[in-house]
DNA sequence: TTATTTAAGGTACTGGAGTACCCTGTATAA
DNA sequence: TTATACAGGGTACTCCAGTACCTTAAATAA
């Protein structure tokens, strides 16, 4: 009846502190959980834990990548860059809604505490490697083969434009990102920034 | 030779906590200030600061209305739509950066922390928003005035994108938000937004 | 098989947040 | 002037983050 028989190591004992994390994420919540605690429930101690993240942000952000829901978003290709936009957008409203849950208050704010107040929007779908950002150039170089855009390169500020608006929009809508609300993003922003053919650089 | 002759009570306390506080955040910053630091330069304790005040964030936050800078900024009226917003954020910049320097790092993540990231970036502009909303929306009325723009009314989502935009920027700048990335803004994403007369909604 | 290296587990420590409790000086009211 | 209420100050406590150091089990090399 000994405490244990058998000593994990490498990848099993982090398995172990992984699940143990993303049990106790979801029973209590980020704010909540403490390293102590994934400790004891993992049948470990903390400097299993801080060998191998370095703090509870971190170590959540794997767990998240684990455990959690992965987006599973297929990049249009309609003929329109309109339609592409807006049937982009619609699929990755979900997953956006889970990463910002009250189940997760807290977490990103952690992981803007070292990287100065910094790169929230960048680090926000940092979790799918800017997964819009590339999406998006996707989209828009479709729509330049067909001719539909002139042949424009265009800046970082405008590329992340469309994850930065939508990720805001996630946020301050307190529920779901709505149809209306996403067809005014893109037909009073996007269109207008992808398409300026009107207004010039002095 | 005693410790002290009187007992400070009231406004002279907090008034004396604050400036400990105001004094610290300068030498040492943010993330590295303490409240029994505070409470120690101070000349009290932990217990008279905390009845105060709930934590550091917001003791800090009551430090800096008292003793930080208060933003001085006109609204330019230069007969040209352009020009008004670089002459405008030009004098935002400066107050925006002091607010996201390393001196003040942490602070804006500890104020969200307890709320979820639905609230943050609602949050995080509500310490400026309104007022740079306010002064955009003057900005565009005057234009508007003068014919610039073809008297079509903006949405919400729209009148917010500047404080948005010049928010992020300041925010991922690490450092200083440059003359360049100014204009990008401006002339990227705000202007093509404003006078979008080529692309209608379908 | 044995020796060596690595990392897990245990224990203990520092230091700050935040709370509890009590004593005492000070302002106010009686 | 004295009694009372309140808030400041002191001390001590719990909890957790994070680090240090030592031991011992397990993987690997000899």
Do not use: C
Request: charged residues 25%.
């Amino acid at each position: 009846m000994g405490k244990k028989q058998t000593r994990r190591r490498g990848k099993v004992l982090e398995d172990a502190i992984l699940r143990a994390t993303w049990q106790l994420l979801n029973q209590v919540g980020y704010n909540v959980l403490t390293i102590q605690a994934v400790a004891k429930i993992a049948g470990t101690n903390k400097n299993a834990i801080y060998r191998r993240w370095a703090d509870k942000a971190r170590l959540v952000v794997s767990a998240l990548a684990k455990f959690g829901p992965k987006p599973d978003i297929q990049i249009p290709d309609t003929g329109n860059l309109r339609t592409d936009l807006g049937q982009f957008f619609e699929q990755a409203v979900d997953y956006l809604t889970y990463l910002t849950s009250d189940q997760l208050a807290g977490l990103w704010v952690d992981r803007l505490r070292d990287i100065s107040v910094a790169k929230m929007m960048y680090r926000l779908d940092a979790i799918d490697n800017n997964y819009i950002r590339k999406s998006v150039t996707q989209i828009l170089h479709q729509a330049e083969k067909r001719g539909e855009l002139t042949g424009q390169s265009f800046s970082d500020r405008v590329l992340n434009l469309p994850a930065l608006l939508v990720i805001n929009a996630a946020i301050t809508a307190q529920g779901k990102l709505t149809q209306a609300a996403m067809a005014e993003i893109i037909d009073d922003i996007l269109m207008p920034v992808f398409s300026k053919h009107e207004y010039h650089r002095p």
